[in-house]
């Protein structure tokens, strides 16, 4: 596949050619927001201090379900600012820029996260993503993540494939890296906003840090998974991410050919179930030294 429109040859493309344009709508909305020194606008806070949100996260996600709504008015949407109805489609200002046809008799539900990395983007931090999951039968079958800051966006369909595209559209399949040892690996992760947690997390990062060649924290969870996908690191994990966070990069890792373990996109992220991602030729290991540190499953508030 050479282009990102070529992957529009089954109902699973389709899905995956329709969140490929939504995401790069929503990212170049984003663009026009950012500030290399930092976000001046509107932030507040959510769960904890730390849990930011900002008018841009809602703008997002406002135009990602409103251009749902114009395709795909029977769906039902999943997402990190709101409830679970599509929302008010007057909301999308300009018309749409693309055209896409996807089989209407199909009920999908889609699951987004209109910005992840908010405190990436209000600090000027250059990592953050527009990450939109399709739905169906329980499973996501088509995905797209855009990497706002570097014009490029992560697609899958099931069946498919997993891929990269440009700015032009055009794509490159990915593929998992093969790391010969776990010490070998570079291993992202990501830490709770919420303080308990993150205190059981770094103590979990510092019993694998010395037995990795490095660990990563990027700050954005669906841009960690991609980069899974794309043979940039070799391994990701991380304990009570919400399904917005990993629902876009799961599939595309899996499509790639990693091992994937997440838990149902309507999971309470304060039950802090495990989101894993690994190249194959590492997976069995680092879940058995996860799993020495306590941290295979579950890591709850209460540790």
Known sequence: MERVVDIAGSINGQFALLAYHVVGEAAELIRRRACVTGFAGQ??????ATDLVTEVDRASESLIRAR???????????????????GDPKQGQRPPACSVETDETVA???IVDPLDGTANFVHGIPAYAVSLACERDGRIVASAVADVVQHRTYVAARGIG????????????????????????IVATGFSCIQQRRAAQSRVAAELLPKVADLRRFGAAALDGCLVAAGVFDAYFEHGISGWDFAGANLVAEEAGAVVRVPSPDASSVEGELAFMSAPSIADDLTALLASCGASGCLPLTQ
Request: glycine letters at 8%.
């Open 43 to 48: 932030v507040q806070t959510k769960s904890t």
């Open 68 to 86: 749902l709504h114009h395709f795909r008015p029977r769906d039902t949407v999943l997402g990190e600012e709101g409830s679970d109805s599509m």
């Open 108 to 110: 999908c539900r889609w």
């Open 162 to 185: 997993a891929f990269l595209a440009d700015v032009e559209g055009r794509t490159v399949r990915l593929e998992v890296s093969r790391p010969a040892e776990l010490g070998q690996s």
